[in-house]
């Protein structure tokens, strides 16, 4: 039983497309997270839900917009992808607050080319 | 914005050597958490220290937070190559959004 699972795993897309990724989690946990790890592996959060609710927005351009339609699902979509997008992908999922661990997906390694 | 500085960024050690990465903040951290990622892998948590002067053990894996809560370390004792992957601190500042260090990726020389 995957705990936190995410697709796809890999995708290649070319400037311009349009793309999802999606997670779900079978943890219970009320809060998701989508994480961006670059190429030289720094881990920076993008967005977080909680419960459906939006409570985490970074500095991330309006071209990302995440979508969670139960505390179960937390989808991340892409518009006009640029080349610099292209990383890995990271969803999570915790107990919600400061005392717990994130429980992560196994990644979503995107390619703009 | 509030970051947490790690280190080393790189470490080479050979087999059976010990091996410790420190991640240090200029501001008092309400916790500090740990992560492994193997390579190619996700990262997996591994602890969680709240308390000053705290000492966690895993079996070869040592966790301290320090007096002042402000740094953290994690040690290795007698490395296989099974420890290889990138080895992240994290820390919520008091808030809600965890952040990671930058990681500090171990490799073993057999």
């Known amino acids: 039983d995957t705990a936190v699972s995410q697709t796809p795993k890999y995708l290649v897309t070319q400037m311009g497309n349009d793309k999802s990724i999606k997670c779900e989690q079978n943890l219970g946990h009320d809060t998701m997270y989508w994480y961006k790890q670059d190429s030289k592996k720094f881990l920076k959060i993008m967005f977080s839900?909680?419960?459906?609710?939006?409570?985490i927005n970074e500095t991330v351009p309006n071209r990302f917009s995440p979508k969670s339609p139960d505390k179960a699902h937390l989808n991340l979509h892409i518009n006009s992808l640029e080349l610099g997008d292209s990383a890995v992908y990271f969803c999570?999922?915790?107990?919600?607050?400061?005392?717990?661990?994130?429980?992560f997906g196994s990644g979503t390694r995107l390619t703009v080319v | 914005g509030q970051q947490v500085m790690q280190i080393p960024q790189y470490q080479h050690v050979q087999e059976g050597e010990d091996f410790t990465t420190y991640c240090n903040s200029s501001?008092?951290?309400?916790?500090i958490q740990w992560y492994k990622q193997r390579p190619g892998g996700h990262p997996v948590f591994l602890i969680q220290?709240?308390?000053?002067?705290e000492v966690k053990k895993q079996k070869r894996l040592t966790f301290q937070f320090g007096e002042a809560k402000k740094n953290s370390s994690l040690h290795i004792t007698a490395t296989q190559t099974t420890d290889v992957g990138t080895y992240f601190c994290g820390t919520n500042f008091g808030n809600e959004k965890l952040t990671f260090g930058t990681g500090t990726r171990l490799t073993i020389i057999p």
């Open positions: 220290l709240v308390k000053s002067g």
């Open positions: 839900y909680n419960n459906k609710e939006l409570i």
């Open positions: 999570a999922s915790s107990q919600g607050g400061r005392n717990y661990g994130y429980t």
């Open positions: 501001t008092t951290l309400s916790n």
